[in-house]
């Protein structure tokens, strides 16, 4: 049996739609992920407002895994690489806590406000087990 739990404490921040629509594909993946490699059995969606930023967690309680083991495999990592690249479209800093038979949890961090000004936000931070800067306990 699998469960998943949605949590959104974003305090009905407005977000422009291609913010929107790269939270949610990366969230789709990080679960299919979960299911297809970590053999998870809890998964956990967390949506925070955070001031200007919105930060995106989700955490499974799988089997875990080494990033270095596929950073340069495209066979084993085109799907990590795809939730980077969308998080860098939309300038939100994107990091990847996983830990043999520990669980993963992948989180994206976005200026809100400078997204909807169409302005660019922070630089861009694609790091391979380092926390996102927003990053909740």
Not at 27 to 32: F, P, T, V, Y
Not at 41 to 59: A, F, H
């Amino acid at each position: 049996d699998l469960c998943i739990a949605f949590t959104d404490e974003s305090a009905g921040a407005e977000v422009p739609g291609e913010v929107g629509l790269a939270l949610f594909r990366i969230a789709q993946e990080s679960m299919q992920n979960a299911l297809k490699h970590a053999r998870a059995t809890g998964i956990e969606v967390r949506l925070l407002g955070r001031g200007r930023r919105l930060v995106l967690e989700v955490t499974d309680d799988g089997i875990g895994f080494d990033p270095n083991s596929i950073a340069g495999d495209h066979a084993g990592g085109l799907g990590l690489a795809s939730m980077q690249e969308r998080a860098r479209l939309v300038n939100a800093d994107f990091s990847i806590r996983a830990h043999d038979l520990r669980g993963t949890t992948v989180s994206v961090s976005v200026d809100v406000e400078s997204a909807r000004q169409g302005r660019a936000g922070s630089a861009e931070r694609a790091e391979w087990g380092a926390p996102a800067p927003e990053s909740v306990p």
